[in-house]
């Protein structure tokens, strides 16, 4: 079992929906917690960053966090053709030689239809 | 407009040939990142360098891998020989670390380099 389990999907939905895209990880060490959008044939990029459990809004993006549970979420809310990328959670936790290293899920694909 | 740059964009090459894919930082970061990404596997973690020096490669096969930083502007991934498992995009970020521990805050990505071994 991987340390990080992110359902690849694929996810579709209407334009207009709330889309929630989830990770659940094993490893207890994870402290920091982000959110990376992929376009096809592009780089990763940062879409939220989160520490602490709890919720952090960022325009129509909402992360949350639950360390108790070890779970993840991000929120879309109004979501909208462009939205429509592969989604991957990262973790970030110490390795050795007090690093720390991220480690991130495989991605969901996410589809907004008009 | 600052961003990381990687050459080739794409390459395709037999096996047991040496593939070597190049990365330019942003200039000023000081952590740079190798990832591979696959279908089965998603983004793993190959290396990870933080002001030129290695902090970790526990991810990457050591037998048949590289990764090096000549100077800030440069880092480099080797494969001798290459192999059709091998076949996978390679991404590499750079980012600023805070301190001399903890994560980065934000790591800028690459276009990749869509590697195929034959």
Known sequence: QKEVEQDPGPLSVPEGAIVSLNCTYSNSAFQYFMWYRQYSRKGPE????????????DGRFTAQVDKSSKYISLFIR??????SATYLCAMWGPASGGSYIPTFGRGTSLIVHP | DARVT?????KVTEMGQEVTMRCQPILGHN??????QTMMQGL???AYFRNRAPLDDSGMPKDRFSAEMPDATLATLKIQPSEPRDSAVY?????LAPGPSGPNNEQFFGPGTRLTVL
């Open chain 2, 6 to 10: 990687q050459t080739p964009r794409d």
């Open chain 1, 78 to 83: 109004d979501s909208q053709p462009s939205d």
């Open chain 2, 31 to 36: 952590t740079v990142f190798w990832y591979r």
């Open chain 1, 46 to 57: 940062l879409l939220m960053y989160t520490y602490s459990s709890g919720n952090k809004e």
């Open chain 2, 44 to 46: 793993e973690l190959l």
């Open chain 2, 91 to 95: 991404f590499c970020a750079s980012g």
